[in-house]
């Protein structure tokens, strides 16, 4: 009797069995700078399906990064893993636009998509001439979406967001589309906990940042009048395994850390509580003033390796590093720690590949 579950390949061979989805684990398509070019994502995002990982997380970065494209391919080439921005920004489109992009995300996956925003960094907005964030921003934003998709017509709106006269889409909305905000900081923290359904969290950081930020959105949450267990919390754990390449593994831990304390060092050193000098000392090495852009995609081995000597290496700590069990019980020790799910940061499909094996042995 032939088995239902198994499907017939080409030439009458069987293909592989589905693995069980792993809905508590997610990763980054084109994690970084967008690695070989955005044609990658296609095959990222089927082997990631393939693997069983429950989320495929898109980040926006202003070159071939451009998340409405992105999400569109991914979407297309999946049938079974969520897709979700983390993030994007709401002052770069119009919320027209936002709106019926998400509309057409949501139904074109079959209610895959996940609408993730950010408050993005307030220093590129600037050299850009793009007003700042604000919280106040983000809350207001999440309202008028859910009217949308809801097929509400918004008639004279005159709040944070901007002075709309209307905002419409389809009056026969009923759409259920989750909204993720990638949070910080306290308020917006809070905020997460107020409205979205999911808050994604930053890489590199310790287990004591990943319990108070935890805590933060589930009593804001509580305050709200919500069930604090409806808000999925993502730690975001840089996994590199030492099965990759040594200069890999530099440019993914290393040159990574390095750059987001390029970008916003201050609020990364504050809410770890980690050491102001060390940052200073950093800003002021020659060499990293030398590297005309982020040290994740511009820097030269050379250069990572002597960066290497600048950060401490309990701030490299918060990374899932070593062979795939002891990465695949570093993830289960972000669940310990608060986490409702788990982004596995900065690899592709094929170099978590291992440590998926070893993390589903782990769970029986």
Sequence with gaps: ??????????????????????????????????????????????????????????????NIKEASSLTGAACAVTTRMRIATAATNHNTRHPLITGSWAT?????????????????IGALYAGFGIPAVTTAQLEDFAAVMRRLWRGEAVIGHDGPIGRYPVLFLDSDFRENIPLGLVAFGPRTLELGGRVFDDVILHTYFPPPTLRRCVATVKT??????????????????????????????????VARLAT??????????????????????????????????????????????????????????SAATGTPEQCARRIRDEFGDGADRVILHGATPDELAPILAAYRAGRT
């Design 1 to 62: 009797m032939t088995d239902p579950s198994a499907g017939s390949g080409r030439g009458g061979q069987l293909e592989p069995p589905v693995p069980e989805p792993l809905s508590e684990l997610g990763f980054y398509l084109l994690a970084g700078a967008g690695g070989e070019g955005p044609a990658t994502l296609v095959q990222e995002a089927r082997r990631g399906e393939e693997l069983g990982l429950g989320t495929a997380f898109i980040s926006e970065r202003w």
């Design 260 to 317: 987001y304390l390029q970008g916003y060092g201050d609020l990364l050193i504050r809410t770890n509580d980690w050491d102001p000098a060390v940052l200073q000392r950093f800003r002021d090495d020659p060499v990293v003033q030398s590297i005309g852009g982020g040290i994740d995609s511009k820097a030269t081995t050379a250069q990572i390796e002597h960066i290497a000597g600048l950060i401490p290496d309990e701030w490299l700590a």
């Design 104 to 120: 057409t995300m949501h139904r074109l996956s079959g209610g895959r998509f996940t609408l993730g925003i950010g408050r993005g």
């Design 220 to 253: 804001a949450a509580e305050r709200a009048g919500r069930d604090p267990g409806t808000v999925r919390v993502w730690s975001c754990l840089a996994t590199v395994g030492d099965h990759l390449p040594e200069e890999l593994r530099l440019k993914k831990t």
